[in-house]
């Protein structure tokens, strides 16, 4: 005679949502070639702190702890090392957020050097802009919390248009900086044509 024995429960705890983000820190590195007279990366700075705002409750409710790090690049050797290709940059956990690196001139860069030079100018939802809007940072964020592929580029090596106008930008400042008056001043009457260059 065949007994029916009721086969075990077993019962798994939810899977809360918590537990699905496969990224528990993001890694926020905002670089950038000055942050005294160019608006671009004046205006940059300031929009990767309103979506890091934006964001911040959704973070800290998930547990994910966010660390900035602001890198200033003064030469171009440093911009080697770094993998930095255009101003101002934004990376989330090492990934470039912008994956077009289109330039174009930029007065107060040229000003800084005394030479022409080009910044970054960045593309969302299918306008230019001069510095990321804040919508852009805040989807890259979410992007990399969640481990969306679309998050941005790796590193890849500095385009020689690129590494041709940084070395004419850092070149010429270094120049600039060495020659006697060399101080740029911006609207406060302050040098910032580099650091100690007054």
């Not at 160019?38 to 309103?50: F, I, K, N, Q, V």
């Not at 960045?122 to 890259?140: K, N, R």
């Not at 385009?159 to 400042?173: I, M, T, Y």
Request: with cysteine; aromatic share 6%; glycine share 8%.
């Amino acid at each position: 005679m065949s007994q029916n024995i009721p086969s075990p429960v077993v019962k798994a705890a939810p899977v809360t949502w918590r537990q699905r983000l496969p990224q528990q820190r993001l890694t926020v590195e905002f670089m950038y070639l000055d942050l005294n007279l160019c608006a671009r990366c004046l205006a940059t700075e300031a929009h990767l702190a309103e979506a890091l705002t934006e964001v911040a409750g959704l973070l800290d409710a998930a547990g994910i702890e966010v660390t900035l790090t602001k890198i200033p690049v003064p030469s171009l050797e440093q911009a080697v090392a770094l993998g930095f290709s255009s101003s101002p940059t934004i990376r989330v956990n090492g990934r470039d957020i912008h994956l077009d690196s289109r330039e174009s001139h930029c007065g107060p860069c040229s000003t800084v050097s005394g030479v022409d030079t080009d910044c970054r100018v960045w593309w969302y939802q299918g306008q230019e802009y001069e510095a990321p809007p804040t919508a852009m940072i805040v989807d890259a964020l979410l992007q990399a919390v969640c481990g969306s592929p679309g998050t941005g580029a790796p590193r890849a090596p500095i385009p020689d248009s690129a590494r041709a106008n940084l070395q004419r930008f850092f070149e010429a400042k270094q120049q600039r900086q060495e020659g006697a008056g060399a101080g740029v001043q911006n609207q406060n009457g302050e040098c910032c044509a580099g650091d100690g260059c007054c």
